[in-house]
């Protein structure tokens, strides 16, 4: 997640990361991790970093911070697949969890 | 590549979602996708986000997902058909460069077949098919998140995010490190080799390619043998 500050609207925070900032700490799923002392409205991601073994990466040139995954166990954390929206050839967003009530094979390729 | 399997399967509630995973966004993964003509989503991930959701670190790779939500296969190796150029043969007068790029591609191991009649198999039976894993066995299979691959996912992202502000010099320095930090990450490696040599031939700056890289490991290693 590319942030040009070390706080961070919770709303970006979850869409991009799927951490939900709720009364009891940093929500993901299950799990939840206490933020002590966090105003509602800001998170500060240097704390977040730091709770949840994420590395938190600066461009010195440009300023500009990047907050990676989690850390500690699995690239897949749970089975549940995670949401994911993204857009087709036309722009048009895709949700892969409208699929739901059917299988589904998802395909990684490349051009390249 | 996949439109064929999926009119047959289709009808059997299965859908096939393709990701091209492409800084180079709609204009590097279209005139593929035109060529497929699919009727299955075909979507383009110019952020790489599904190679960080699921772990992915080659292509392509394929992600079982049942009716409920739930991945029964973690990410492996996905090709519907065996592809022509695995079988290719070194055409005469060929430079040394192209002998030997035919001859270690000839090496990678694909099983197509294989894969192909699981996913029948699971089409038809569900979670009674042998093929569908349990979650513990999804999750032993997927990839350990350790924090040299967290931070070789941050230099990435913040790479392309540099790169598209045309900030090349400076992306490649992330690139760098994203590929120093997690060295078996194929698709990383080809994208950010990509970016400066669409070859991706021997790019100075990274100090390697694919042919030197692939025969590091010995191409048969390329992708991991299927676990069925």
Redesign the interface.
Same mark, same amino acid.
């Given at each position: @997640? %590319?942030v040009e500050t070390l706080q961070v609207d919770p709303v970006e925070l979850e869409r991009r990361t799927g951490w939900a900032i709720k009364p009891q700490g940093a929500c993901k799923g299950e799990r939840c991790v206490p933020l002590p002392g966090q105003p509602k409205d800001q998170v500060d991601i240097r704390m977040l970093a730091a709770r949840l073994? @994420?590395?938190? %990466?600066q461009?010195a /040139?440009?300023g *500009?911070w990047?907050?990676?995954?989690?850390?500690?166990?699995?690239? *897949? /954390?749970?089975?549940?697949?995670?949401e994911?929206i993204?857009?087709?050839?036309y722009?048009n967003e895709?949700s *892969?969890?409208s699929?739901?009530?059917?299988?589904?094979? *998802?395909?990684? !390729? /490349?051009? !390249? | 590549m996949w439109q064929q399997l999926r009119s047959e399967l289709h009808p059997h509630n299965l859908e096939i979602v393709t990701v091209a995973l492409d800084t180079g966004g709609v204009p590097a993964a279209l005139p593929w996708i035109d060529a497929a003509n699919p009727d299955h989503p075909s979507l383009i991930d110019e952020a790489h986000l599904v190679d960080e959701l699921f772990g992915i670190v080659y292509v392509p790779s394929g992600v079982w997902i049942d009716e409920a939500g739930t991945i029964v296969r973690s990410p492996e190796t996905a090709y519907p058909i065996r592809p022509s150029y695995l079988d290719r043969e070194v055409p005469e007068g060929a430079s040394t460069e192209t002998a030997d790029r035919i001859m270690e591609v000839n090496k990678l191991r694909v099983d197509a077949d294989r894969y192909v009649s699981a996913l029948h198999d699971w089409v038809a039976k569900g979670a009674d098919s042998r093929f569908a894993l349990a979650p513990e066995e999804v999750l032993r299979r997927s990839r350990p998140r350790l924090m040299e691959e967290a931070t070789a996912i941050a230099h990435f992202e913040l790479g392309q995010h540099l790169f598209r502000l045309g900030r090349s010099d400076d992306a490649v320095l992330h690139f760098k490190e994203a590929l120093r930090l997690q060295p078996d990450n194929w698709t990383y490696k080809r994208q950010a080799w990509n970016l400066l040599d669409p070859g991706q031939r021997s790019v100075d700056v990274y100090g390697s390619d694919w042919m030197s890289d692939v025969k590091r490991i010995g191409a048969e290693n390329y992708y991991p043998q299927l676990d069925m």
């Open positions: @997640m %590319i073994g @994420m590395p938190l %990466i461009d /040139a440009s *500009l990047c907050l990676g995954p989690e850390t500690g166990g699995r690239a *897949l /954390a749970t089975a549940q697949a995670p994911l993204l857009p087709d050839m722009g895709f *892969l969890s699929l739901r009530g059917s299988k589904v094979l *998802l395909v990684a !390729w /490349a051009s !390249w | -």
